[in-house]
């Protein structure tokens, strides 16, 4: 079965620093999917990628997709504590009626 | 706006009595719905897939008359969740496939907390 891994599993950065979150998958991944979390409470969509080389931007958040290494990764641009949160990255199957493997997620807290 | 409403946000019930919960795609049919429970600071973990008209198929180590899951119409799954205990706290969220956007949408999740 399909396995994504993310790295780090935590983070903590200075209001205004750019970071970046990982995400490996153990098999080919057909779309990859990014969510936000705040504790206790549901999932923000941020961006689906489905493409192999695809990159898209929100804000201040560029994801980009690359399918022959498996990876993913987020990358925050000037971050602010609004973007604190948890990050998953889930695994899409080749049609919307396959189930979504989400990876363990990484937890995000930015310093004011 | 939300395209998948999930209903209640937060339930709190007594041990042994059942909970239902519902997940609604507001502007798409969905043949397909899935439900995923989260423990505090985990990730979200498949518990099954509902399938429109059919029964449910489960994963591995869920209780299938534990988690009793209804997909009557193109619109609604529920999640019956049948004689809670206490170690039934936790969160559960459901998801809807769109074949149009072959993408899924989540809902934002129910708390279910048994006393």
């Known amino acids: 079965s399909q396995e994504l891994e993310q790295s780090p599993q935590s983070l903590i950065v200075q209001e205004g620093k750019n970071l970046t979150i990982n995400c490996t998958s153990s098999k080919t991944l057909y779309g990859l999917y990014w969510y936000k979390q705040k504790y206790g409470e549901g999932l923000i969509f941020l961006m689906m990628l489905q493409k192999g080389g695809e990159e898209k931007s929100h804000e201040k958040i560029t994801a980009k997709l690359d399918e022959k290494k498996q990876q993913s990764s987020l990358h925050i641009t000037a971050s602010q504590p609004s973007h604190a949160g948890i990050y998953l990255c889930?695994?899409?199957?080749?049609?919307?009626?396959?189930?979504?493997?989400f990876g363990p997620g990484t937890s995000l807290s930015v310093i004011p | 706006g939300a395209v998948v409403s999930q209903h209640p946000s937060w339930v709190i019930c007594k041990s042994g009595t059942s909970v239902k919960i519902e997940c609604r795609s507001l502007d798409f049919q969905a043949t397909t719905m899935f439900w995923y429970r989260q423990f505090p600071k985990q990730s979200l973990m498949l518990m099954a897939t509902?399938?429109?008209?059919?029964?449910?198929?489960?994963e591995q180590g869920v209780e299938k008359d534990k988690f009793l899951i209804n997909h009557a119409s193109l619109t609604l799954s529920t999640l019956t969740v049948t004689s809670a205990h206490p170690e039934d706290s936790s969160f559960y969220i459901c998801?809807?496939?769109?074949?149009?956007?072959?993408?899924?949408?989540f809902g934002a999740g129910t708390r279910l907390s048994v006393l």
């Open positions: 889930g695994a899409d199957g080749r049609t919307s009626y396959d189930k979504v493997i």
């Open positions: 998801s809807a496939a769109s074949v149009a956007k072959n993408i899924q949408y």
């Open positions: 509902s399938n429109e008209g059919s029964k449910a198929t489960y």
